[in-house]
């Protein structure tokens, strides 16, 4: 087949399929709750039968990496396209992508092929995909800073285990699930653990909490949190100009691995002490989960020490806005 027979292919599969969906496209997909915006445009192109590649142009995109371009950069008229198609609100479609998040600059480049040791665009867990009734892929595993799977304790992956190519779902051809590989056909769900220290694990999930809170509470702009995290090979002593989000996980997770042994001064030096204060709090204890029942248990021997139940019902107060900012959004909502 030649270039000009696969370009009217896809012109007249777009075309095909506008005359059939007047309104909405037969198969409508929700998204998951931490689901990244192109994973779940996969599962709807997947659900209505129509393969990935050939879903650009439903989409008026045109080929590469078109779908993990949406996560960074959202147009307007996609936006109006699938809030149509699909009645999911243009807010939502927002919140999936990254394209507002403060988190942006840690996110993983969209690197062509490249090197093993480089980065590639998104990780996964095997793990969390055989846990999923329909396989998708979660926004915070395109994120440098995250090298391990906070419900399984196992490390991520970002390229298949049975070629070694970086996960290419925008360039499926076939009308299969995105958990297969799509230049192998390996089943990502069979791909074995990635072994991370627990050390490692608990650095990642301090930065990850930090993270999250920070941007939340906005001041992460006015922070020197982004640089530090850039850096993070420079402090682990790998002496290595490059920066986070330019190495692949494997070599990530060496990072952490190195600064885990190491005095996290790193990261606590800041000129917002505010934000310096609460970085020094949940890495002292672990994570906010822990902090938030070390703050439980004083609060509840306070109360019982002086009896003022106003004032515990006030510090309950202030414990439960925490952990609903915790346990909230992980990003800043759309303005």
Request: aromatic share 6%; hydrophobic share 40%; glycine share 6%.
């Amino acid at each position: 087949m030649t270039a000009d027979d696969t370009r009217s292919l896809a012109i007249g599969l777009r075309e095909r399929y506008r005359d059939i969906v007047l309104d909405r496209w037969p198969v409508i997909v929700a998204p998951q709750a931490d689901e990244l915006l192109s994973s779940w445009v996969h599962r709807l192109a997947y659900a209505n039968g129509v393969s990935p590649r050939a879903f650009a142009s439903v989409l008026g995109l045109g080929r590469g990496m078109w779908s993990a371009s949406l996560d960074v950069r959202l147009p307007t008229n996609v936006v109006t396209l699938l809030n149509a198609r699909t009645g999911v609100s243009p807010q939502q479609l927002m919140t999936m992508s990254l394209a507002q998040s403060p988190l942006k600059p840690l996110l993983l480049p969209l690197r062509g092929k490249g090197l093993r040791r480089t980065s590639t665009w998104l990780q996964f867990c095997s793990r969390c995909l055989v846990c999923d009734e329909q396989p998708y892929f979660r926004w915070q595993w395109r994120l440098a800073t995250r090298v391990s799977c906070l419900d399984h304790g196992c490390g991520l992956r970002d390229r298949c285990p049975s070629c070694r190519s970086r996960i290419a779902v925008f360039d499926q051809t076939e009308l299969v699930p995105q958990h297969f590989c799509a230049c192998c056909g390996f089943d990502l769900r069979r791909a074995p653990n990635v072994s991370v220290s627990a050390a490692a694990r608990r650095l990642d999930r301090c930065i990850d909490d930090i993270c999250r809170l920070e941007a939340i509470t906005g001041s992460m702009n006015k922070s020197n949190l982004v640089p530090h995290l850039l850096s993070m090979p420079t402090s682990a002593g790998t002496n290595s100009p490059t920066p986070l989000t330019g190495l692949s996980t494997s070599a990530r997770v060496r990072c952490f691995e190195r600064l885990v042994g190491r005095p996290l001064d790193w990261l606590l030096v800041d000129d917002n002490l505010e934000a310096a204060h609460w970085r020094r709090l949940i890495l002292s204890v672990g994570g906010h989960g822990p902090l938030i029942g070390l703050l439980t248990n004083a609060l509840e021997r306070r109360r019982q020490r002086t009896k003022r139940r106003a004032m515990a019902a006030k510090l309950s107060d202030v414990l439960a806005a925490y952990v609903q900012i915790m346990e909230g959004p992980r990003r800043s909502r759309p303005r």
